[in-house]
């Protein structure tokens, strides 16, 4: 039998924020991908006098795009003597997630993302705008969508290699879109938002199409592109008081998150295009001017999940999900102690 062919998929160390690096390894047939190296000072991620990076896989699935037997091996980066990398923010936010296991977190990531034809949205004309926002948003027609088949192809592709892709929809601004995956534990949301950001680049080639996850593509009156994170404890998809004390938790943590939400988180959050202003936080239900929305559907079944709007298309879905977790499951744990302690009976 043939050997297959392992996409080895990495995170580097590009500041401020980090690209995906890939490279290809043929592997015998009935052999699982191997640990790996590449040259870190290429990525940003070593000097050249001791440049060794270690690739360990965390994450294979089927490969979409090459078919067969072939794999997409998604790995994180380590030190040779197996430590996690400085730019392996994957650890963290296992530690996260393993500390609060219990408490049985889920998250959903709405991924926006905006292609580009050279230096201009795909679809835009050459000199000049096209018409201003209103109609685009899931909109229909060919005069106000710009790349379907891609994102076709995308969607197929994340099916494929068994993602949890859970929907797409064509964006406010022309040539803007939006996929979501989730809703899973972390670290395997952040996992699969990233071998789907690898899947958009990489399918997008194919038209010569380019994808960025620019928080603020286009200066003006635009709609800027952000991962929308939705989020929810296995109490709070069973009552309502736990989604109101994890909007307050985030409140009183608005500071430590806002910074690490993505570079250029000021550009998006202007408090105008359905945004809350990055320097204040706020709450409500509905209310997409809010940093952090409680849908209505929550609201009337008193249960369910809260939606933290702040972060960035580009930010890093491993420190996103490993802030939410500390912050929302500390807070919660901490509000579920004192109550219990209260149900013992005074003897
Ligand atoms: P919006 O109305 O904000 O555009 P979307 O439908 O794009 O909403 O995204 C909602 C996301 O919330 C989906 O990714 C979905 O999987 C996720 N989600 C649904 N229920 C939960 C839950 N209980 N916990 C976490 N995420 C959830
Ligand atoms: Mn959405
Ligand atoms: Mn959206
Ligand atoms: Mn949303």
């Known amino acids: 039998m043939s050997p297959y062919k392992a996409e080895y998929i990495w995170i580097d160390g590009t500041e401020p924020t980090n690209k995906l690096r890939s490279k290809t390894k043929v592997i015998p047939n009935g052999e699982e991908p191997p640990v790996w190296g590449f040259d870190g000072s290429s990525t940003n991620q070593a000097p050249g006098s001791n440049s060794d990076c270690v690739l360990s896989p965390v994450y294979v699935c089927p490969d979409p795009i090459r078919g067969g ?132 680049y990489r399918l997008a080639e194919d038209w010569d199409v380019s994808a ?46 806002i910074h690490q939400y993505g570079d250029g988180i000021d550009r998006r959050l202007t408090g105008q295009h359905e945004t809350a202003h990055w320097s204040q936080f706020s709450y409500g239900v509905s209310d997409r001017g809010a940093s952090v929305r409680i849908p209505w559907q929550v609201a009337r079944d008193q249960k369910g999940y809260i939606e933290d709007r702040r972060p960035n298309a580009n930010m890093d879905p491993y420190t996103v999900t490993r802030l939410i977790v500390e912050t929302c499951c500390g807070a919660l744990a901490q509000s579920a102690a004192p109550a219990a302690a209260q149900a013992v009976p005074a003897s």
């Open 69 to 200: 037997d072939n794999k997409l091996v998604l790995c994180e980066v380590l030190l040779p003597d197996m430590t996690p990398h400085a730019s392996n923010t994957r650890a963290a936010c296992v530690a996260a997630a393993e500390k609060y296991a219990d408490q049985e977190a889920i998250f959903g990531i709405e991924q926006e993302y905006t292609f580009f034809d050279g230096t201009k949205p795909l679809g835009w004309p050459d000199n000049g705008f096209p018409a201003p926002q209103g109609g685009y948003y899931c909109g229909v027609g060919s005069d106000e969508i710009f790349g379907r088949e891609i994102v076709e192809a995308h969607s197929d592709a994340c099916i494929e290699a068994g993602l949890a892709i859970s929907g797409t929809n064509a964006e406010v601004m022309p040539g803007q879109w939006e996929f979501q995956i989730g809703p899973v534990p972390p670290p395997q949301v952040a996992d699969e938002i990233w071998i789907a950001r690898w899947l958009l």
């Open 212 to 257: 960025t996850l620019d928080p603020k593509p286009v200066k003006g009156d635009w709609n800027g592109a952000g991962a929308h994170t939705n989020f929810s404890t296995r109490a709070m998809r069973e009552s309502y008081e736990p989604c109101v004390q994890a909007a307050e938790a985030l409140g009183a943590a608005h500071e430590l998150h």
